[in-house]
């Protein structure tokens, strides 16, 4: 029988950048930088606030980034470069970090020790303090992100998400989309199996990646170069509860595009 | 060198769920119904808005639903069917809007005439009308998405750029993101090739699919119950120009997990 539609009230939700950070040096307390950014913008976290942190500033605050110049690439890492055209040393960085390589063709795919499949092995390079510099993953991008949050609500009393978000690319589409590969103090997915849909049909096999669409918001916010390396999302109703990016990855024994 | 650190102000982005939708029927104008329910909240668009609108209300008004009762599957749907514990009639249809089938293990992937690669050609069984009906993808979203913009243009003087969502799965990770099928009045990826990062170094390769973090944003303010097919994006700003959801298809030949 179709179900009388009800009026559900779905609350706005918004994406806060936080603006004016300064620069993030290994050892710092992101939770006490992000918190002086916002009292320097007049802006406090609300309950029900998460917080999106780009990565990059993570590897900086953890000291995962490495000057090129010590690196001395592989042989394999000469013969890769070169059919990417790219830098070698940032090559050998990437398959240092990999656990196994699914592709090197154009550009280099790998399966990071995280269980991550993206390019590089998420090894970006960037003209950090005044030379190139490689910036790694984090090592533990769930303890990273729970570091943060365990951190705010010390300073704060609030329980505030956290996700640590990088830009992969995609199987099948153009572009970058931001993930979340790192999460704290939420569910990473929302379980829609056995719920009804609009009509009384039961869902199956639904379940939505909220922590990567949360990501994807913060991507919009802070953009390539917007230099907004933190961004606040105000009026999602996530789920409390043990939440990492791992459960967001799939299982390679499950993939069928690996 | 390194660039002084420029105070850009990034604007907050908001994401409003249009309320209070009726049912959809063939035939119906998305836009027209759209701003009645607006209407009904005491709400209207503004510039700079863009509209998110869920491909399942889409193909309600172009009447892509077909009752399941009337479809007779093949010998080949109904071993997949088997294989896969699913409804055969749901996976005729399917295999009747692919272009390809990429997998037929625990799931059918298909390659649909659009080009989109996801889960069963994007067929979504439902109890629509009071019966077993399965919802088919849009023929042609970004048509769909450009009437919906021409119509809002006409009624409202407002260029609304209009993206058509869905949810689909992703190779690698867990749970489906809403990602864009159909987009019209805006540029779906954002181009930063060329473009300096934080610290100077010119950044490569980095295209962002900014139409399909705009769906992930619906997509969190819809979720797969809020019935909430429909969402407004406020703070976005987006490129203008010619842009498609084809353009978010990367073309087989340059795919290295097709």
């Given at each position: 029988m179709k179900k009388e539609r009800q009026a559900t009230q779905v609350k706005q939700l918004h994406a806060i950048p936080v603006q004016g950070m300064p620069e993030v040096n290994p050892g710092d307390s992101l939770a006490e930088i992000i918190l002086a950014a916002l009292r320097g913008n007049e802006m406090q976290f609300s309950g029900g606030d998460i917080l999106v942190v780009k990565h990059k500033i993570v590897a900086k605050a953890e000291g995962r980034?490495?000057?090129?110049?010590g690196v001395r690439p592989s042989r394999r890492a000469l013969a890769t470069a070169r059919r990417n055209k790219t830098d070698a040393r940032a090559i050998e960085l990437a398959l240092r970090e990999a656990?196994?390589?699914?592709r090197d063709k154009h550009v280099l795919i790998t399966e990071t020790q995280h269980g991550f499949v993206c390019a590089n092995s998420g090894v970006d390079v960037s003209n950090v303090d005044g030379g190139e510099s490689a910036v790694l993953l984090p090592l533990d991008p769930d303890a990273s992100a729970t570091k943060i949050h365990r951190k705010l609500k010390k300073l704060t009393g609030l329980h505030i998400p956290v996700i640590v978000s990088d830009s992969f690319g995609r199987a099948w589409r153009q572009g970058l989309c931001d993930v979340a590969i790192g999460v704290a103090g939420m569910r990473a997915l929302r379980d829609y199996r056995g719920r009804s849909d609009d009509y009384g049909y039961t869902l199956r096999a639904t379940e939505q990646a909220v922590a990567d669409e949360l990501a994807a918001v913060a991507g919009l916010i802070s953009?390539?170069?917007?230099?907004?390396?933190a961004c606040i999302i105000r009026g999602y109703a996530y789920l409390r509860g043990r939440g990492s990016a791992r459960q967001l990855v799939r299982p390679a024994d499950q993939d069928l595009f690996r």
């Open positions: 980034i490495l000057p090129l110049a656990k196994r390589v699914l953009g390539k170069d917007a230099r907004v390396p």
